[in-house]
């Protein structure tokens, strides 16, 4: 069997695994024709890639890809999350138009917006709409349903409340990007928020600390050569580096 070939099948269960959580080698096995030894062979690749936990009859996703909640991701990388919003609040100048996720660097970043003067914030994150309204404001919360475990609006009417606004800027996060070409984050209507934002904005900034190179996350929301701006810390290593500046302007806080 060519290389290609199995790269596809494991590409496969890869994400068959990330958006079931849990595959068996006896569907997989029927699924691609194959042996069982040919799929535990495929897991046992998934697993020293940090994706699969191997399991008598098949595996689970690792338990370093399980979404943490949002007062966890709150709690994380606090000082350098600051230096971070610190950065790129030298991106907004007063009357700006300006688009926030529900990433909680982005939160962090949404308290420093009582520095500026008369900007406008559109959000689907109803924390930060808050915090923003009460620095008095201009403040939009995009409308959908709230997934419990980021506080994110989701859903078709944000969508289309998005796709009627046009921004002066974007302020994304991002859960990770380990191995792939594009900053990423854990699911899919999370995602398609953030590829609507993008398209409402005449410039992308996204935020994420240095660990975010080292943590692999599901959904690849854009790619680096479609985001003008990334603003992470200092500590991210030289290659990591290298890699991102060759695509998109790499700031350091």
Known sequence: MSNTLIDERRQFIEKKLLVEGRIKVSELSDFFNVSSETIRKDLLYLEEKGIAKKGYGGAVVANSLIEPNIKEKHNKFIDEKKEIAKKALEYISDGMIVLL????????????????????????????????????IDTYLLGGRIRNNSNAIVGGWALRE??????????????????????????????????????????????????????????EYAKWSDIDIFVTNAEMNKETKDRISDKVELVLA
């Open 162 to 219: 998005l796709s009627e606004i046009k921004a002066d800027v974007a302020i994304l996060g991002t859960s990770g990007f380990k191995d792939r070409q594009g900053p990423c984050v854990e699911n899919f209507e999370e995602a398609e928020i953030k590829q609507a934002m993008i398209k409402s904005a005449n410039k992308t900034i996204v935020l994420g600390d240095s660990s975010k190179a080292k943590t692999y996350s599901m959904i």
């Open 101 to 136: 996720d529900a990433g909680s660097t982005v939160y962090t970043f949404a308290k420093m917006l009582a520095l500026k003067n008369n900007i406008t914030v559109f959000t689907n994150n109803p924390k930060a709409a808050q915090i923003v309204d009460d620095y008095k």
